[in-house]
């Protein structure tokens, strides 16, 4: 997801650090390309120029210049810069899911990974934290798509609630809240039916599911190969519904990476989990301290 940057990166760095004494000048230069190179990687163009500036004021300084080791420390300078604009609080990959039944509510466009996603941290829930997991799909639009959740849920041996036909997104999701709390699980996750594109009928219907269940969290599904536009979905997902954490799909992909450096700057929210393929341990948390490495070349 990162090479392209990481490449352009590694160019930059490597000229800085072979070059030995730098001056205050040589640090611009280097940091005007690492602008160049964030922008090509899609990171929006105010996050891009509040990082140079954070990172310019720092890496400037005599203390660097006149360091036996000025390149060594503009990269690292660099790198905390990065892990700070992609943190988000707590640990990563937490969620609220005490006090159960704890609901989880998934939204985004039509195809952004959705109910894939469901299906994977559903498994995550269960298997790793040892949560009993409820899952309902509330596209009612799509039979197919309630079908490919109940598939997902014998293949990840998590429960489902049983289709019924004939009944809104709210009446399903009040079914799933009284099963989970006549059965005793831990969380349900309710998986929205999406759109192409965000419209005023798919926003209040799931305000209205939001009301009926207030959920814990709010996970916001978007495709990280889109870019800004996954940022731009993010804003208008979080002013119409109020989202609790990003998760970002297609990072096996090669895009341009954009989206996952501009998110958290741009909306205020964290990106909980990256998808990093179509199976069902394709979902990975979202690592601050492993993606800037990543991102500079550093290895995992
Ligand atoms: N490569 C890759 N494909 C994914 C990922 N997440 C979802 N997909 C695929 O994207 C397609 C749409 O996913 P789906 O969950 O049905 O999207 P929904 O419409 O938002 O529910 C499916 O073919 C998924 O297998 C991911 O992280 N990486
Ligand atoms: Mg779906």
Do not use: C, W
Request: glycine share 10%; charged share 25%.
């Amino acid at each position: 997801m990162f090479e392209n940057l990481s490449e352009r990166l590694g160019g930059v760095f490597d000229r800085l650090t072979k070059q030995g004494a730098l001056s205050e000048e040589d640090v611009k230069t280097a940091l005007r390309e690492v602008r160049v190179a964030l922008l090509e990687a899609d990171v929006s163009l105010p996050v891009a120029r509040e990082f140079i500036n954070k990172v310019q004021s720092k890496a400037t300084g005599s203390a660097v210049t006149k360091s036996i080791t000025p390149g060594q420390q503009v990269v690292k300078i660099v790198h905390d810069a990065l892990i700070d604009t992609l943190r988000g609080e707590g640990e990563p990959g937490d969620l609220k899911i005490d006090n159960p039944p704890a609901a989880i509510l998934m939204v985004g466009l039509q195809g952004s990974g959705k109910t894939t996603t469901t299906g994977k941290l559903a498994k995550r829930l269960a298997v790793r934290e040892g949560k009993k997991v409820l899952m309902a799909s509330l596209d009612i639009y799509r039979p197919a798509a309630m079908e490919q959740l109940a598939i997902l849920g014998a293949q990840v041996e998590v429960d489902t609630l049983p289709i019924v036909a004939g009944e809104s997104a709210v009446q399903i999701a009040k079914r799933a809240k009284q099963q989970a709390t006549l059965g005793g699980y831990d969380v349900y996750m309710l998986d929205t039916a999406g759109r192409l594109q965000i419209d005023e009928t798919l926003m209040q219907e799931v305000q209205d599911v939001r009301d009926a269940v207030a959920p814990r969290e709010t996970l916001l599904v978007v495709d990280g190969l889109t870019g800004q536009v996954a940022v731009e979905v993010a804003e208008e997902f979080d002013s119409k519904i109020g989202i609790s954490g990003v998760v970002l799909t297609r990072m096996d992909g090669d895009g341009r990476g954009g989206a996952a450096l501009s998110m958290r700057a741009v909306t205020g929210k964290p990106i909980k989990f990256v998808g990093s393929g179509e199976k069902m341990d394709a979902l990975e948390t979202f690592e601050p301290e492993r993606i800037a490495g990543r991102i500079l070349g550093m290895g995992d």
